[in-house]
């Protein structure tokens, strides 16, 4: 859910609630560049405006929605600077990275809260 609800820029983008102005905007929506998937999480975390766990489900979110769409137009790193498309595999093995980051992420997160709470 947490990754679709990032496609809500294109009708900001479209100035529009219709479908079809949405759908066929001329430029990438501001929330489709990588450099979005990398600020909105970090902004979250550094003003602790989100618990931790909600950070890193929006990262993953956000990223995973990024690899979808660069199946077909690659990713779009900012104003002109984009890749080619990803290949099949490699959105597969994104996707796995992800999953395995966000669970390494997590995990991690719990093991230095039980550190720590065994010092207090």
């Known amino acids: 859910v947490v990754g679709s609800a990032v496609d809500v820029d294109h009708f900001i983008a479209a100035r529009s609630f219709s479908l079809r102005a949405a759908t066929r905007l001329r430029h990438r929506p501001f929330a489709h560049s990588v450099l979005a998937v990398l600020a909105f999480p970090s ?35 900012a104003s002109s600077w984009h890749t080619p498309p990803l290949t099949p595999l490699t959105y597969v093995a994104t996707l796995a990275a992800l999953a395995l980051l966000a669970a390494l992420n997590l995990r991690g997160r719990a093991v230095l809260r039980s550190i720590a709470a065994s010092f207090t």
Request: hydrophobic share 60%; glycine share 2%; no cysteine.
């Open 43 to 77: 902004i979250a975390l550094v003003t602790e405006a989100l618990p931790w766990t909600v950070a890193i489900l929006l990262a993953t979110s956000l990223a995973s929605h990024q690899a979808r769409d660069a199946l077909r137009r690659g990713l779009w790193l």
